[in-house]
Every structure is written in C-alpha cells, then in structure tokens.
C-alpha cells in the first residue's frame, strides 16, 4: 500500500522557518514527481512546490525565494520553509505522480497531510 506520511508542521512566528518532511512508503525513482501543495480554511487546494525526477523544480509565485523542495535519494522529500507569512497558514500536503509508459496508469497519492500556522 502506498503511504505518504508528512510530518514537521507547528506554531511559528512570523519571519520563522519550518521544515516539513515526507516519508513514502516506496523509493521514490526516476518514473515519480514529487510535490507539496497546501489547502487553507476556505480556499482550494494549491501547488506550493514541485520536484520532477530529472531535478527540475516549480515553485508558486507567492513562495519562490522564501521555500525550497529536495530530496534525499531515496524516500523522502522536504520543503523547506524559511520568512513564513501568516499567509502561509495552511494544511500542508504531499504530492506524488508516478508516471507509467501507459498514461492510463498514472496514479497519484496524497499525505494526510500537516497543519502550519504562523503567527503575526
């Protein structure tokens, strides 16, 4: 069963810094697009940061600069967030896209995700 757990949410400060992780249930390799998005209270879910397997990023408008996604070689993926807004203030999700030779058997998996609030 394929499992994304995310971890490393909380309470900061406006201006502080969180490191979110996510932990997948399998290695993640060069067929997978690893992402973050985030859902605040009202609003749709968005895209906050994506890493496809060849390295290549794509950041949000709104957090290019201040976060950063990578990887470590086999299964997890980070975001690291750094001069946090209230704004910012959302669940955070993580994203993974396997892709296959097959488009039809794409498949797509989210974390249960965890809650980051900042505070002004």
């Known amino acids: 069963q394929v499992r994304l757990v995310e971890s490393g949410g909380g309470l900061v400060q406006a201006g502080g810094s969180l490191r979110l992780s996510c932990l997948a249930s399998?290695?993640?390799?060069?067929?997978?697009?690893m992402g973050w998005y985030r859902q605040a209270p009202g609003k749709q879910r968005e895209l906050v940061a994506a890493?496809?397997?060849?390295?290549?990023t794509n950041y949000a408008d709104f957090v290019r600069g201040r976060f950063t996604i990578s990887r470590d070689n086999k299964d997890t993926v980070y975001l690291q967030m750094t001069r946090l807004k209230p704004e910012d203030t959302a669940v955070y999700y993580c994203?993974?896209?396997?892709?296959?030779?097959?488009?039809?058997?794409?498949?797509?998996?989210w974390g249960q995700g965890t809650q980051v609030t900042v505070s002004s």
């Open positions: 890493l496809s397997s060849d390295g290549n």
């Open positions: 399998f290695s993640i390799d060069d067929r997978t697009t």
């Open positions: 994203n993974a896209v396997t892709f296959a030779l097959n488009p039809k058997y794409d498949r797509t998996y």
